[in-house]
């Protein structure tokens, strides 16, 4: 059996400075807590805007979801993480771009369709067949569940934190993981 | 075909498993029911292969920390951190001191202030129609009936709106007298 992916952390195990000592030094004008911060939650945004639909300028998002967060520490509440609260604060920034994108060009709304052709269009380059079936079944969800799944796949995140993030309940985003898994991978198994 | 795996409760745990978020407990009973379930196993398997089927994107993080450092100022960090409340938790204490030694200042004196002298007190000279202004030194309420009513026709009588044109006034000039023959002598 394969073991687990992604950091083993046994419970109370502390090995890195937590975000929170981290903002403290970056406040105090501590550059490198900056970078440690940067570096520890860019990729995972990065993933996240990919996930949802986001192609070009993925970089300025990231940039301008950390710009956002350590200019407003004051609205970040300690019951979230602040990985969490800069999923919440990226996801604001997609779904804002993705409006004005709509409006600059006066299209409709994507359907699920379009979803699949510009995924298709773009990962037909670079991807690997099973990676580009599996990001078009994921292309074919409904907006919601898409992203619990790819937060839930892609980031491990808990059911409660993605409610929070999504603004839905505990319930409800379980529910649509596995209807989401149920839904990708029969659209795997029918390709 | 796929089959449903009656244990809902480890299948519902898979992705934090596959990220390695559980404690060794958690993580030992997951492998053991992944050990007899080829359900879960082939859905692990599933969420491992969605898992890499969404690539990072390369993000430039020197790129990101510099647009940082250049967008939040170490001043701005300062205020928005904890130095803010601090700040004005300290300025709110020292008002609030302020407020009651001010307070407690002001009623003390009035306490302790001897009574004015009743020669100091302000004469109110409301007109010259006989009411005495002694009166006044005693308080209105001493006023006897008639004096009061003295007092409200005298007011009654006067003149509400002062005259705009200002009375003219001559006053002679006073040339001294010794003073005449130097003008413009230098």
Known sequence: MQPPEGPQQSAGEVSEPSDAALIARWQRGDQLAAAALVSRHAPALARFAASCGVREQIDELVQDTFVRAFGSLDGFRADSTLRTWLFT????????RTRVEKRRRDD?????GQAVEEYNALDALVAEETALRVRAGVARLSPLQREVFTLRVTEGMAYSDIAQLVGSTEGACRVHY?????SVRGFLHDA | MMHECENGEIRDVLPEYMHGRHDAVTRARVEAHLAA???CTEELAFLRGARHAFPTPVVNVDAIVRGLASNTSVESRAVTASARPRRLSQWAIAAGVSCVLVGGASVQLLRTRPPAPVEQRPVVNVSDSGVPAAAAERGWSDLSYDQLKQLLESIDGADPVPS????ARTS???????AAGHTGGG
């Open chain 1, 89 to 96: 604060i990226l996801r604001r920034l997609v779904l804002d």
């Open chain 2, 164 to 167: 705009l044109e200002p009375t």
């Open chain 2, 37 to 39: 379930c080829l359900v």
């Open chain 2, 172 to 178: 002679p000039i006073i040339v001294p007298a010794g």
């Open chain 1, 178 to 182: 596995h209807n989401a898994v149920r």
């Open chain 1, 108 to 112: 409709t709304e994507l359907d699920e």
